[in-house]
C-alpha cells in the first residue's frame, strides 16, 4: 500500500531482517501483506492497511493496483516467487496505530515513519519497494497511471 499523508509524505514501517541477529541490518517497507486464499486484492489491501496502521477505508476506494513488482525470495519463514501489488491511498493526516500486527510482523518490525520525496531520494537505507522515488514524484503531481508500473523485485 502507497499511504500518503496531505503533506505528501509516505508511511514506511521499519523493519528489522533477522530479530535474533540485528546486525543483519533493516529496511524501511511500505503496509501490506499476505492474501488470504479467496480473498480479493482490494479487499486484502484494506484489511491489510487496517491491521497494520489501524486506518479502516472501504476496499472499493482504493480502485485497482497502480504498482507491481514480482520475484523469487527467501524470507526465511516462506520462500518462492511473490507478487506484491501496490494500491495507492491519500488521507489528510493519520496517527498509525499498529496494535493489529500479527506476530511475525511485531518481531520484524522497529519503527515507522512519513518520509517526504527530499527524505526519500537522499537516504542511503534501503528502502522497499525498489523504483518507490519516481512513482511518488508522479503521483504527488497527480500523474496515476492507468496500467500498473513493474517495479523492479527486491530480493
Known amino acids: 500500500m502507497l499511504l500518503l499523508d496531505g503533506a505528501g509524505r509516505i508511511l514506511l514501517f521499519r523493519f528489522v531482517k533477522d530479530p535474533k541477529r540485528p546486525r543483519r541490518g533493516h529496511g524501511w517497507v511500505t503496509p501490506g501483506g499476505g492474501v488470504h486464499d479467496g480473498e480479493p486484492l482490494h479487499v486484502a489491501a484494506a484489511r491489510e492497511l487496517r491491521e497494520e496502521t489501524g486506518l479502516a ?15 523469487y525470495a527467501d524470507l526465511g519463514w516462506a520462500r518462492g516467487v511473490f507478487r506484491d501489488d501496490y494500491f495507492y491511498y491519500r488521507v489528510d493526516a493519520h496517527d498509525v496505530d499498529t496494535t493489529g500486527f500479527e506476530a511475525l510482523e511485531r518481531r520484524h518490525h522497529a519503527g515507522h515513519r512519513w518520509w517526504t520525496l527530499d527524505e526519500l531520494t537522499g537516504t542511503t537505507e534501503t528502502v522497499y519497494p525498489f523504483g518507490l522515488v519516481p512513482l511518488i514524484s508522479d503521483l504527488l503531481a497527480d500523474h496515476i497511471p492507468q496500467e500498473p508500473v513493474r517495479l523492479p523485485w527486491h530480493h
Open 57 to 71: 477505508v472501504c476496499a472499493h476506494d482504493l480502485g485497482p493496483p497502480i504498482a507491481v513488482s514480482t520475484g
